[in-house]
């Protein structure tokens, strides 16, 4: 397991090889074919999308209603798919001391399938949310990179001399970015102030010609 500590709190856990490679396609195979993808309709800065990927969401029952960009998915609970709570025990022994009880499922079915950039930042999962990727089938790219931050600057007052200076914010963006191959079987655990003080993608890649499937564990509070 490789840490990678992005400061101020903010921290990233990424093992390639979590899963083992017989394991793994067992449980791709399953996901694929038993899952009740969807493919719902979004909106995105008050316009609506078709989103690109498909998805499924698994919860305990009496959780707060997840939505994320005006869609509100259907909770199955973990007794629909067991193979999903073998998945968790093996997240669960892995970071000592974690707890999930609600899962997000993404499946792309090719490189035009995507996520933007993003941070799951909502506020049913709490100040710091550990968040735990598990992913399946086709090798992408996962992306990071820190959000701008506004930077208060002061000017001389205009057609007023002796008054007090203006002033305005503006957004600096950082060059603080971080890479990660997500391959078959491998597991990636966001924690801290990550959702906080940084966004992350799955950008579009052309020649990602294989279904990939990403399985993201999460704690409601």
Excluded at 111 to 134: C, F, M, R
């Amino acid at each position: 397991m490789t840490v990678v500590d992005l400061g101020n709190g903010s921290q990233v856990l990424h093992t390639p090889r979590f899963i083992s490679y017989q394991d793994s396609c067992q449980f791709f195979d399953y996901l694929n074919q038993n899952i009740p993808w969807t493919r719902p309709t979004i909106r995105v800065f008050a316009k609506s999308h078709v989103q690109p990927r498909d998805t499924c969401y698994v919860a305990i029952e009496g959780l707060t209603q997840l939505v994320y960009s005006g869609y509100q998915p259907h909770a199955y609970t973990w007794n629909d798919f067991s193979p999903l709570k073998d998945i968790l025990d093996l997240v669960l022994k892995a970071i000592p001391g974690s707890s999930f009880n609600s899962l997000l499922l993404n499946r792309y079915k090719g490189g035009n399938d995507y996520v933007g950039w993003h941070a799951d930042d909502e506020k049913l999962y709490g100040q710091t949310p550990q968040i735990a990727s598990v992913s399946f089938g086709g090798e992408r790219d996962f992306l990071l990179k820190k959000k701008p931050s506004k930077v208060v600057q002061y000017e001389p007052a205009r057609n007023n001399e002796g008054g007090p200076p203006n002033k305005r914010s503006k957004k600096v963006n950082h060059g603080d970015q971080h890479s990660f191959l997500l391959k078959h079987g491998s597991l990636l655990v966001m924690s801290g102030f990550t959702q906080r003080d940084w966004v992350h993608s799955v950008p579009k890649r052309v020649k990602a010609d294989s279904v990939r499937i990403n399985l993201t564990f999460r704690l409601i509070l």
